[in-house]
């Protein structure tokens, strides 16, 4: 019964943003997941979508972009190195 209700209940646009893996590029060099990770916030604001993912990354005007993931592992990558190599990957 908890199962069958748990898909009527409104999420509001939230999505589980899942990291299984990542591009080969220099900004990331050394990066490696040893298994999938939630992403859970942004230079401290929760992640609520890929898409919000998306755009915290863009509009970021610090530095720094500072992911934080589910199992407490912390991510630190210069914000205009990250945006120039979605750039080039895309």
Do not use: Y
């Amino acid at each position: 019964q908890a199962f069958k209700t748990m898909w009527d209940v409104p999420t509001d646009g939230r999505q589980v943003v899942i990291v299984t893996g990542v591009f080969s590029h220099e900004v990331n060099s050394g990066v490696r997941f040893g298994r999938e990770e939630a992403l859970q916030s942004i230079n401290g604001e929760r992640v609520r979508s890929l898409r919000h993912a998306a755009e915290m990354v863009d509009t970021c005007s610090g530095e720094w972009l500072v992911l934080t993931f589910s199992t407490r592992a912390v991510l630190a990558i210069r914000a205009a190195a990250a945006r120039a190599a979605t750039a080039e990957l895309s």
